[in-house]
């Protein structure tokens, strides 16, 4: 099976740099997603990373390293907008490529 | 461009109750999927289509069926509602993820109470 770890509960002020956490255990990894959430709102999509490093967007940095089942998403410059719960998710790939497995999410809370 | 759209977006069950919820998204996406999202559960994937046609089942299956019948539709059944199906129900739909590009576009949600 799939299991993915990541903090709960995240707080930060304006301005501020927050880094969520997930690790993960996993057969068959392919890629590591991140997602976004607002209270009552849809996921949308981050970040994704299907190799080792660093993808930068804009605020939005995401890290993968497989070696160590590892991953972070990095946000800087912290505005009251970006309050919500992060998602990590990991790609299996083979038959099931598409699929994702998504972590219990991160609520973060900016204040200012 | 809607996106990927979700009919109802709320509704309210009695218990042995059926319903069909209705996706449909116009990015000519090949797959499409179906989660729910409960308090601290984060999304867990019901089922999930690969193609027209196809189906196929995700972690928590039970007590729903599917249905892909045009590429750009994909139906959700409950055939007799229980209490633990009360949740948010979203759908998503992506291109072939063999393209290259793996991003999940989500819908709006439908939110289901099942008395």
């Known amino acids: 099976g799939q299991s993915l770890e990541q903090p709960s509960e995240v707080t930060a002020v304006e301005g501020a740099i927050v880094q969520i956490n997930c690790t993960y255990q996993?057969?068959?990894?392919?890629?590591l997603s991140w997602y976004q959430q607002h209270d009552g709102g849809a996921p949308t999509f981050l970040s994704y990373?299907?190799?080792?490093g660093l993808e930068e967007t804009g605020r939005f940095s995401s890290f993968l390293s497989r070696s160590d089942s590892y991953g972070y998403l990095l946000l800087q410059e912290l505005q009251m907008k970006d309050s919500a719960s992060y998602f990590c998710?990991?790609?299996?790939?083979?038959?099931?490529?598409?699929?994702?497995?998504f972590g219990r999410g991160t609520q973060l809370t900016v204040w200012p | 461009n809607a996106g990927v759209t979700q009919t109802p977006k709320f509704r309210v069950l009695k218990t042995g109750q059926s319903m069909t919820l209705l996706c449909a998204q116009d990015?000519?996406?090949?797959?499409m999927y179906w989660y729910r999202q409960d308090p601290g559960m984060g999304l867990r994937l019901i089922h999930y289509?690969?193609?027209?046609?196809?189906?196929a089942k995700g972690e928590v299956p039970d007590g729903y069926n599917v249905s892909r019948l045009k590429k750009q539709n994909f139906l959700l059944g409950l055939e007799s509602a229980a209490p633990s199906q009360t949740s948010v129900y979203f759908c998503?739909?992506?291109?072939?993820?063999?393209?290259?590009?793996?991003?999940?576009?989500f819908g709006p949600g439908t939110r289901l109470l099942v008395l």
């Open positions: 998503a739909s992506s291109y072939h993820p063999q393209a290259g590009v793996e991003t999940q576009y």
């Open positions: 289509s690969v193609g027209e046609g196809t189906t």
């Open positions: 996993t057969s068959g990894f392919y890629g």
């Open positions: 990373n299907g190799l080792d």
């Open positions: 990015m000519n996406h090949e797959y």
């Open positions: 998710a990991v790609e299996v790939g083979g038959s099931t490529l598409g699929r994702l497995y």
